[in-house]
């Protein structure tokens, strides 16, 4: 293709205009022609959209390149077009197929690197371009203030918008720049440190525990990696989650498995959704099923909606109700909780012990469905540096197959489904390892509700070494894991 055309939107005057780019690469001495910016700012957008183009990894088309932007008059943000200019020269150039970019408007500015880059006027470019029924929008990752609210597709950096585009469009062909890229939104072996973090994390996505990090540096990037240590949705589920996002008017197109992140300010209406005349609004347990929902700062979050999350947990679904009548909505999810150490938020806490335990106790009513308790720990300065994002999901998907192999028959896909009558009967554990468990049992140190969740951990430990059944050093580290007891 040696023609393309984007579109953005961009604040001209007091409202926002959809503006309309195309370009076009052509035969003849190399050259970058830019039309329709104020002066002032075309030279600054050639060099930044070019270097960005270059930085992700793209050949600059060597030939004669001729963009032109249908602007009459001049934009408050001129860089809100950049990625919009990027895409159409990669389509025009035949770097990415002309069918990633249709139906999808482009806003943000590109760093040098290739960085999405959030400027000042997003929030009202995106209105006007949803008002101008474009299905998607492509936006930076850091002007998403409300998760899942707006038809958005949200991207660190060029190189991570096409590939997502790519995976909405098919399958990328072999060699072409798409399939070469990284296909994680953060990848673990990025984030620093944090051993006992990533292991819990690594434990939890095997079993599909659920899990509380204590403490922990940036859980909110933990939880971030989780959905790509997941395999990825199958077909029921994907069409289940299709068909629940449709209802939020929702695009929702790759096999990624949802993360949905809630803020503790949102309501029960948003957690749990609505019925209200007759239209369901489906809420974030629904939006994250058959993925993860992720509470950061959970001591923060109302106690009705800490408690009310019990009724999805137990049965994986929401019950909305109005006077017209009930619904049933799918909410079956990972659940990742984050509490800091003490809600004063600083290093060296030194508040009561009393409000710290007040702080956590906000957390009992959860207590019980979390398999997964972890506590930061100081880093091992000499410790290999992490694993990747690719290296962990294939480890996981190990331990899943050895799971779904010996649970194949029942409904349940993962040791965190297994029901607690069969952890006594089908998948009932050797009696010696059952060992470590007799002690706190008979103290009353652990419940009964606690010891299945032990015994399901127990099972991924030994599917991650890959061993036919969980030994007492399994149960023993189940234990520790249940606990919160550091490694
Ligand atoms: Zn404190």
């Known amino acids: 293709m040696s023609h393309a055309v984007t579109y953005s939107a961009t604040l001209v005057g007091l409202s926002d205009r959809v503006v309309r780019i195309e370009a076009e690469v052509s035969a003849g001495l190399p050259e970058f022609r830019l039309t329709g910016l104020p002066m002032a700012t075309t030279g600054s957008t050639r060099d930044r959209v070019r270097a960005a183009i270059l930085n992700s990894g793209h050949a600059w088309p060597d030939r004669r390149i001729t963009v032109a932007v249908s602007l009459s008059e001049v934009p408050s943000y001129g860089c809100m077009l950049d ?36 400027v000042r006027g997003l929030p009202s470019a995106i209105e006007a371009l949803a008002a101008a029924g474009f299905r998607a929008i492509a936006v930076p990752v850091a002007s998403i203030e409300h998760p899942g609210q707006r038809p958005v597709i949200s991207a660190t950096c060029l190189t991570d918008l096409i590939e997502q585009l790519a995976r909405d469009t098919g399958p990328a062909e072999p060699g072409s720049p798409s399939s070469r ?20 994390l690594e434990i939890s996505a095997a079993g599909g525990h659920h899990l509380l990090l204590h403490g922990h540096p940036a859980p909110a990037a933990l939880a971030d990696c989780l ?76 106690l009705s909606i800490l408690d009310g999350l019990r009724l999805p947990l137990d ?3 929401v019950i909305l109700a109005d006077s017209d009548g009930i619904v049933h909505l799918p909410a079956r999810f990972q659940l990742v909780l984050a509490a800091s150490a003490c809600s004063c938020g600083r290093e060296n806490c030194r508040c009561r012990p009393a409000h710290r335990h007040r702080h956590l106790n906000r957390l009992t009513a959860l207590r019980s469905r979390i398999a997964i308790t972890t506590t930061a720990q100081p880093d091992d300065p000499n410790a290999a540096p992490g694993a990747t994002t690719a290296t962990v999901a294939a480890r996981v998907a190990e331990a899943r197959a050895r799971a779904a192999y010996r649970l194949a028959g029942t409904p349940h896909r993962a040791n965190g489904d297994i029901p607690a009558l069969d952890l006594r009967t089908a998948h009932r554990l050797d009696p010696e390892a059952l060992d470590p468990l ?47 007891a550091p490694l």
Request: glycine residues 8%.
């Open 227 to 302: 959905p790509d240590l997941l395999p990825p949705l199958d077909a029921a589920d994907h069409s289940e989650v299709g068909e629940i996002y449709a209802l939020a008017n929702l695009p929702r197109r790759n096999r990624r498995r949802p993360l949905c992140t809630p803020h503790y300010s949102n309501t029960a209406a948003t957690i749990f959704g609505l019925r209200s005349h007759g239209r369901i609004h489906p809420g974030a347990v629904s939006l994250a099923h058959a993925g993860v929902l992720f509470l950061d700062d959970a001591p923060a979050y109302a």
């Open 438 to 484: 007799d002690l706190p049992l008979r103290s009353g140190k652990i419940t009964f509700a606690a010891m299945t969740q032990i015994l399901r951990v127990a099972w991924t430990l030994a599917d991650l070494r890959a061993a036919a059944r969980p030994s007492k050093d399994d149960t023993h580290h189940a234990l520790r894991l249940w606990q919160g």
């Open 83 to 118: 990625v919009a200019i990027a895409m159409a020269i990669l389509a025009a150039a035949g770097v990415i197929p002309a069918a990633s970019i249709a139906h999808t408007a482009f806003v943000g500015e590109l760093g040098l690197d290739g960085g999405l880059r959030h």
């Open 181 to 200: 890229t990284n296909a994680y939104h953060v990848d673990l072996a990025d984030l620093p440190g944090d051993q006992a973090g990533k292991r819990a």
């Open 315 to 317: 049965t994986g679904e």
